[in-house]
């Protein structure tokens, strides 16, 4: 026998939903035939490969299909196994009786489906579209900040079944790549699906730089996981050019903090992190304070040979570009 016999295998998942039991998520197996006397019938196996729990359900070819024909292949469907959102499959299928080397397999990840939303920002809200499911459970809803965990970002809201129309607005103060949204039936041990609406937004994590003016600290914390590293550069002019200051680089996935730091508006956060590099500049901006009248930089001039630091009034020891004479320039270290 042709090990054509069988072909494209196609799996799917569909939503069957009736009384008594409610909805339930059931494997659609699709597969191709070659019509052959000797064949009676069909057999289809599911096999979770998280439980290796088997599901084999069979269909019987009739005797007028079986004759070799001219035309079409024959299509063969199964709507059997009820399956759980996220579940890993091994679906196997073979002729009865079996011939040697006529079968087919293929693994399936039953996806967790999707949220209908969208994000009003005029009202700093995500909508949620609820799917209908009649006869099914409630269901919660909630904003959350992935991190190891998902972390509440605003209470749990429960969406009853029966609840028209079935819309949802989830208010957040911060529009954060890590901001997700969770949907998860009121049931034990249910799958949650998660989406995050503003994963793409990555200019707010560059933000979060603080100056104190007690103990003249600048701070940066992350608001979402991230790697790479931190550091402070020193900016001669306009332009995306900054120079790194000799032993001030920190990793980026916690709270750094540079302690001892007079204002000025050259000195530059940069960060070279897994999410691209960025340049801020605080003290360049209005909010942040201003650099005093008594205080000044001191860098090298640009040239070809030495030069001596300009003489200015310093206050104590801080975080303050320091120039040495040297036969090669060299830029300011902390």
Wanted: with cysteine.
């Amino acid at each position: 026998v042709s090990g054509s016999l069988l072909e494209a295998l196609t799996l799917s998942t569909a939503m069957k939903c009736g009384p008594p039991n409610g909805c339930a998520l059931l494997l659609r197996v699709q597969a191709s035939l070659t019509p052959h006397e000797s064949l009676r019938g069909l057999e289809v196996c599911s096999t979770s490969l998280d439980t290796q729990e088997t599901q084999c359900q069979g269909v019987r070819v009739r005797r007028a299909a079986r004759q070799p024909q001219v035309g079409p292949q024959l299509q063969v469907h199964f709507d059997c196994f009820e399956v759980g959102v996220a579940q890993s499959l091994h679906v196997t299928l073979r002729t009865v009786p079996q011939f040697c080397g006529v079968q087919l397999h293929q693994r399936y990840h039953v996806e967790a489906g999707k949220l209908s939303y969208w994000v009003d920002r005029s009202r700093k809200v995500v909508v949620v579209q609820v799917p209908e499911a009649p006869g099914g459970p409630d269901s919660y809803l909630r904003l959350c900040l992935k991190r190891f965990t998902c972390k509440d970002a605003g209470a749990p809201v429960r969406v009853t079944a029966s609840k028209v129309p079935r819309r949802v607005s989830l208010p957040y103060s911060r529009e954060l790549p890590c901001l997700c949204l969770e949907a998860w039936p009121a049931t034990p041990d249910a799958v949650r699906i998660q989406a995050c609406p503003f994963e793409d937004d990555t200019e707010t994590l560059w933000d979060g730089v603080y100056y104190h003016l007690g103990g003249r600290a600048l701070s940066w914390e992350p608001p979402c996981p991230m790697s790479g590293r931190v550091s402070l550069c020193w900016r001669p002019g306009p332009g995306p050019t900054c120079l790194e200051l000799e032993h001030s680089g920190r990793p980026a996935h916690r709270r750094v903090r540079y302690p001892l730091v007079d204002p000025q508006p050259q000195l530059c956060l940069q960060f070279s992190t897994s999410l691209g590099f960025r340049l801020r500049c605080p003290f360049s901006e209005p909010r942040f304070p201003a650099q005093p009248a008594s205080r000044c930089a001191c860098v090298t001039k640009g040239g070809h040979g030495p030069r001596s630091a300009a003489k200015c009034s310093r206050p104590p020891p801080s975080l303050q570009p320091q120039a040495r004479p040297r036969r090669t320039p060299r830029w300011p270290s902390w």
